[in-house]
């Protein structure tokens, strides 16, 4: 058995008499993917906030490679990456500047900066686009160009917001491809979508969230086959049975 890598116990987080996080336990094994999916509302961007340290716990505790979030926030920050589900782009920059300014905003030295950006730029097929302004970028460009600064720094640990969401098919793919790669160097990911059956292809183990709460959280088979056939259940089918059908907007 891999070791953890991330041990998340009895999280709680609240906001004025919102309780937005109540009582999230889960470990990560160092090499793992782990998916954490809820509705909207049901405390996984929290959840993420407190991880990669954006945000305090109200209690519990956070334990990132042997470092506590809590007592030392900049040791685990030298070893995690966030891909956020909002672009973090400099629109007016080239792609090739994006990654150098963020590789430098992260430590690294002008040049290992710009050798970090050739090779995640060609990790995501963007080499040939390197200087291209990224205000003239497709979309699934830009979400490449998003994760690829989350690479920089080369972290152990990577969380990915919808990485994928409102993107082409072939770009969801090329970043299926690279998560896929990344995992088999070693890589820890905790990975968050709404897309279920990304999460089914994607993740060793899944989390689902609501009201705050972890509702189930197993391998995406044992998950299915709760509901009976794990050939033919589905996530979905998995996710609305316990989260139910009525609309969160």
Do not use: W
Not at 94 to 109: H, K, P, Q, T, V
Not at 173 to 183: A, K, P
Not at 207 to 214: E, N, R, S, V
Not at 226 to 240: I, N, Y
């Amino acid at each position: 058995m891999a070791e953890d890598f991330l041990v998340a116990t009895d999280l709680h987080k609240s906001f004025h008499d919102f309780k937005a996080v109540n009582g999230v336990s889960f470990s990560i094994a160092k090499g793992e993917i782990f998916g954490l999916l809820g509705p909207n509302g049901a405390g996984k961007t929290t959840t993420i906030r407190m991880l990669s340290t954006v945000l305090e716990a109200d209690s519990g505790e956070i334990i990132i490679g042997g470092h506590s979030v809590r007592k030392k926030a900049e040791s685990v920050r030298a070893l995690i990456g966030v891909c956020p589900q909002e672009l973090a782009l400099y629109e007016d920059l080239s792609a090739m500047e994006n990654l150098i300014f963020f590789g430098r905003m992260d430590g690294l030295n002008t040049r290992d900066a710009r050798a970090q950006a050739e090779e995640y730029l060609k990790l995501m097929g963007l080499q040939d686009r390197a200087k291209g302004r990224v205000a003239k970028f497709s979309g699934g460009m830009k979400r490449r160009i998003n994760l690829a600064i989350a690479l920089m720094g080369n972290p152990q640990l990577v969380f990915m917001d919808e990485p994928t969401v409102g993107i082409d098919p072939q770009s969801r793919n090329r970043i299926y491809e690279t998560i896929e790669g990344l995992q088999s160097k070693g890589m820890t990911i905790l990975y968050t979508t709404h897309y279920m059956e990304e999460a089914d292809r994607l993740c060793d183990r899944i989390a689902i969230m609501d009201g705050g709460k972890i509702i189930a959280m197993d391998t995406p088979r044992a998950l299915k086959a709760q509901l009976g056939d794990s050939e033919k259940a589905t996530l979905e089918d998995v996710f609305l049975n316990l989260t139910g059908r009525s609309l969160r907007d």
